[in-house]
């Protein structure tokens, strides 16, 4: 099983960018699929991007699509989120998860392994 911790949130102004970064730990973090969510307060937790082991399956909502990438370097055990174009709209909690399935990465059930998230705050 892995550890996650993930960091590079803050705030950034409408328009801006930041990178995320999702650390792990563990010898078999090659294996697993990463997913990036978010948690705006008040509101359900919601998939924002998710990447398989070998980062040749990348999966987007559609609210992302365009302006968030996600790429993972295994040599790092480390996984990103670039996020270009932010909007006030993208302010939340930004959580990285694992998980050894190849399905449904859109739902957080499907992840068992949490990170203890990062804010991102998108000012207008």
């Known amino acids: 099983q892995v550890q996650l911790s993930e960091s590079g949130g803050g705030l950034v102004q409408s328009g801006g960018s930041l990178r995320l970064s999702c650390a792990a730990s563990?010898?078999?973090?090659?294996?697993?699929?990463i997913g990036w969510f978010r948690q705006a307060p008040g509101k359900e937790r919601d998939f924002v991007a998710a990447i398989n082991w070998s980062g040749g399956s990348l999966v987007y909502a559609d609210s992302v699509k365009g302006r968030f990438t996600i790429s993972r370097d295994n040599t790092k055990n480390t996984v990103y989120l670039q996020m270009i174009s932010l909007k006030p709209e993208d302010t939340a909690v930004y959580y990285c998860?694992?998980?050894?399935?190849?399905?449904?990465?859109?739902?957080?059930?499907?992840?068992?392994?949490w990170g203890q998230g990062t804010l991102v705050t998108v000012s207008s």
């Open positions: 998860a694992s998980t050894q399935s190849g399905s449904r990465w859109y739902r957080p059930q499907t992840f068992d392994t």
């Open positions: 563990g010898r078999t973090f090659s294996s697993y699929v």
